[in-house]
């Protein structure tokens, strides 16, 4: 057997961002829609055209869009939130490069037109919320604080990549951590839950979920932290 060829390709720092297209698994999938069916519904309701790009077919049958990423915004990783079957790939995440090989097949590039920018109609589908970014935007001057903007984006970071079955309970210890910073008037509770319910639903947990989750986490540290200060 020849040697597999595997290159990884972080897309974040390559200031890509990766449409992955999947196909369903398992028995009786052969009629069900894939990503590449869902992606194209989703154009046609957007009334936008299929963009041109950058495409890589994946041994599986999928395939990997690539885009330039906007400038001076950093998408993470999502799983499912713009439709069935379709992730995308940004900061935190990687995809195998086309050419690569490995023991179920090749990536083979199907459009060798250069990576186009990120659609702006996609990029509102997946933006993080306002909130967050006018936060992690301001000076370290204001009373947000370096460490608190630190803060917050590493735990909605760990959040959005938590693997599957640790994701809520990643959630609920990123809720305590940021509590402390709303207990001391360095953080807003609304700009954390904000972010918070953002990140869990990009990992791929239920809206529900993700309040009930973030609410108990923070009255659950806001309150420790409170008796802190008193006692």
Partial sequence: MGQVKHSPRTAGPSHLVVVD???PKGKGSSDAPGGADTFKALCERAGQPAPATLSVRTPTG???LYFTAPDGIRLGNTAGRLGRLIDTRAWGGYVVAPGSTTAAGAYEVTDPAAP???PAWLYSLLAPRQALRQLTGRPATQRTGRYAAAALNAETA?????PAGERNGTLLRAARALGRFIAAGDLDRAVVEEALQWAGESAGLPSAEC???IRSGLNWSIARNAMRRTA
């Fill in 211 to 213: 309040r009930n989750t």
């Fill in 158 to 162: 760990s959040v959005e990549s938590a």
């Fill in 21 to 23: 297209l999947d196909v």
């Fill in 116 to 118: 186009a920018p990120f």
């Fill in 62 to 64: 999928g395939a990997h």
